[in-house]
């Protein structure tokens, strides 16, 4: 069982190292906010093992074609539970959400809040339909790209793998110990958040415009914030940093998209104010994680895993 480590990758450490490092937390610092902490924990702790399991098989059966797809994209599988996970383990450090201070300092930045207006802006349905459209193309970029770096060479995919997973796991981090809802606050009721009435009340008086609310990607949208939304994961905005994360890859590796990418992430950009998901600050936040995040895990990587990261194609 110990001789596997020998096969593990930076991305392995990362994946097992936060499913470690959030179990740990949350036997260590639960408390009433985390009722389904055991189960949490236990979740956790088989998931090292599988994982383990995993990269073992994978490299005593390597022509083995269904082990090789899951062990190249176990951690892609694991993004949606991580992130939802955050919603019950933000309150263990902080009492609340800290969306207050957020309002304010949007108010000392531009003097409103751009995450009300800028709809009131354009409450028209190609408006509407180019944002949230944009907004959608998130989960596009992140699978998108890795198959496409998958098909091209499997180097740039692990590549490209390991700084995006990494990026998504820093971001989990902070949504523990930073809760922040983001602008949703201003239109929808969120436990122990307590905003003073005077602050709630600007959103209330802006509903979404009827074209915005009909729209075919807007529709989308709310489906999958339904089902799938964390509750304080808005700092940084793990939407823009990853989607400039992709955006990094496409640049060096996939030319023939990059000026495509790089348009449609400025609308992503955008649209996260525009559809009320995230504040400016969140936004800013989330460019500056890419671009701390991206050159730093370049340079581990290198250092841990040599040439990989070469870019001819087989």
Excluded at 32 to 48: C, E, K, N, Q, Y
Excluded at 128 to 139: H, I, K, N
Excluded at 208 to 237: D, K, Q, T
């Amino acid at each position: 069982m110990v001789g596997g480590f020998k096969q593990y990758r930076l991305v392995d450490w990362a994946t097992q190292g936060y499913l470690g490092l959030i179990a740990l937390l949350a036997l260590w610092f639960h408390d009433d906010s985390v009722p389904f902490w055991r189960l949490l924990v236990a979740t956790h702790i088989t998931g090292m093992a599988l994982v383990h399991l995993l990269i073992l098989a994978a490299a005593r059966w390597p022509k083995q074609p269904v082990l090789n797809f899951f062990r190249s994209f176990y951690p892609m599988m694991l993004y949606t539970g991580f992130y939802r996970e955050t919603e019950f383990l933000n309150r263990m450090f902080v009492g609340g959400y800290l969306d207050e201070a957020f309002i304010h300092l949007e108010h000392r930045l531009f003097g409103f809040q751009p995450s009300i207006a800028f709809m009131e802006w354009l409450p028209y349905r190609w408006a509407a339909e180019l944002f949230y459209g944009a907004y959608f193309s998130y989960y596009l970029m992140i699978v998108g790209v890795g198959l496409a770096l998958f098909l091209r060479n499997r180097s740039q995919f692990a590549h490209y793998l390991t700084v995006v997973s990494i990026l998504f796991y820093l971001c989990y981090l902070i949504y523990v110990f930073l809760p922040v809802c983001g602008p949703r606050v201003f239109f929808e009721d969120f436990p122990h958040l307590g905003l003073p009435p005077d602050i709630r009340a600007l959103g209330l008086a802006h509903p979404m415009p009827e074209a915005v609310a009909n729209g075919f990607f807007p529709s989308i949208i709310l489906l999958i914030y339904r089902h799938l939304e964390a509750a304080g994961a808005a700092f940084p905005s793990s939407h823009v940093a990853v989607a400039v994360c992709t955006t990094w890859f496409s640049i060096r590796y996939l030319p023939r998209i990059r000026i495509a990418h790089v348009v449609v992430t400025t609308l992503l950009c955008l649209s996260t104010v525009y559809c009320r998901y995230h504040y400016v600050v969140d936004v800013l936040g989330g460019i500056t994680m890419a671009l701390v995040v991206i050159p730093l895990v370049n340079r581990l990587y290198r250092r841990l895993e040599g040439g990989a990261t070469a870019e001819e194609s087989p």
